[in-house]
């Protein structure tokens, strides 16, 4: 079982920052892909970016390549979301989510755990 708490959203102007931040529990934090997620009103929930268990790879959703960057520390497990020059289209809850095996993907369903999500309000 793994416990998801994120933190750091809240309001920014558009071109701004915000660090979310994704605390696990559990032993085997790094045998696991991270991933976040966001849904916006309206929306069904998408894929922003994620990262691998042990080999830290990363993937992107298009329209966030070159703004946000995730990264992940496996000794505190934790994983977190740099995301720049913000777009009012970016406000959305954001969603930290793991999955068992270490690779990522896409679609939602392959995640096993969840955190409760975390507001970011880009203001234009």
Known sequence: QVQL????????QAGGSVRLSCAAS???????????FRQAPGNEREFVAGISGRAGSTYYADSVKGRFTISRDNAK?????????????DTAVYYCAARSGGFVY???????YWGQGTQVTVSS
């Open 106 to 112: 896409s679609e939602e369903y392959k995640y096993d």
């Open 26 to 36: 559990g032993r085997t934090f790094n045998s696991y892909a991270m991933g976040w």
């Open 5 to 12: 708490v994120e933190s750091g959203g809240g309001l920014v």
């Open 77 to 89: 497990n934790t994983v977190n979301l740099q995301m720049n020059s913000l777009k009012p289209e």
